[in-house]
């Protein structure tokens, strides 16, 4: 089963305690698909300038993901640049320049409209409301967003979270949409507004599924040691989707399989911040994503 991701494609400058990398391949569509491709075929929906790396888009058509929605203009690629606190876990922002991503309006190419998986990355929720006016009839659909679209567009994202069934979320972000300080009390609050199922990411603590069936808490992977975060929420939900993509989990199931891709996604993003940039991912195979789901198992069971 294929799988749609309509999100960025763009470049980081990245500086950690280790040390600093200057404009390497970032963006929710990029880190999704990579990790998205070891489960299922993945068809990308995004923008770049005239100054994105050929070889960056031939690293994500190697890993089998359909590059043919991904469109060149001219101008420059979206640009993101932070710097990591000692702790790996704050970060602050020092610049971001949107470049053609500023006028990014995705367009599906011929054929695409009948893919059964979607994920809307983090982009402005009218734009992922168009996506879902432009699909026919999905399977399953995946919302992530972020406090600024929450702030700033909650009409806009109220009616398309009334058409998605999972949204993805940090305990920050639920806390901010629902208006509710106990994290139980704001999955509650968030389904009532349409998603049948939520999941809230804890970072370093991991993350809790919300579903019809109960409630499951899946720890994070310890690392001896964290060289980039960057991008670890989009790898962890192209595991997620993309287990779900595997075995074919349709939107009236019962929660089982979403409870196993909430293994697989935290297995795949584990091997996100072992180093810069999506390399981590890139370089993936199914037997590392099986040992790190042992792990995990291991820690879960008393």
């Not at 391949?25 to 990579?34: D, E, K, N, Q, V």
Request: hydrophobic content about 45%.
């Amino acid at each position: 089963m294929c799988i749609l991701v309509v999100g960025s494609v763009a470049y980081d400058t990245v500086e950690t305690v280790h040390e600093r990398r200057e404009r390497q391949l970032g963006g929710s569509a990029s880190f999704f698909s990579l990790a998205a491709a070891l489960y299922a075929p993945v068809r990308a929906v995004g923008v770049v300038g005239d100054d994105f790396r050929q070889e960056d888009l031939d690293l994500l058509a190697a890993h089998g993901v359909d590059i043919a929605g991904i469109e060149r203009r001219s101008g420059s690629t979206f640009h993101w640049s932070g710097r990591y606190h000692d702790d790996m876990i704050e970060r602050d922002t020092l610049a971001t320049e949107l470049g053609v991503f500023a006028d990014f309006r995705p367009q599906l190419p011929a054929g695409w409209a009948d893919t059964p998986y979607v994920l809307l990355a983090n982009i402005h929720p009218d734009l992922q409301f168009d996506v879902l006016e432009a699909v026919a009839d999905p399977k399953l659909v995946v919302l992530d967003t972020m406090n600024l679209w929450i702030k700033t567009t909650r009409a806009s994202l109220e009616r398309v979270l009334r058409r998605v069934d999972v949204l993805l979320v940090n305990d920050s972000e639920a806390r901010l949409l629902s208006g509710m300080t106990g994290l139980a009390a704001a999955a509650d609050a968030i389904m009532a507004m349409g998603p049948k199922r939520v999941v809230i990411k804890k970072g370093e603590h991991g993350a809790l599924f919300f579903g019809p069936e109960g409630v499951l808490a899946v720890p994070a992977v310890l690392l001896s040691e964290v060289v980039d975060p960057t991008g670890a929420g989009d790898s962890f939900a192209g595991g997620f989707l993309g287990h779900l993509a595997r075995v074919a989990a349709h939107r009236d199931d019962g929660d089982a399989e979403f409870r196993e891709a909430m293994i697989q996604g935290t297995a795949v993003a584990s091997h996100c911040p072992e180093d810069f940039s999506v390399a981590p991912i890139a370089d993936l195979t199914s037997e590392d994503v099986a040992q790190r789901v042992a792990w995990l198992r291991a820690m879960m069971t008393p």
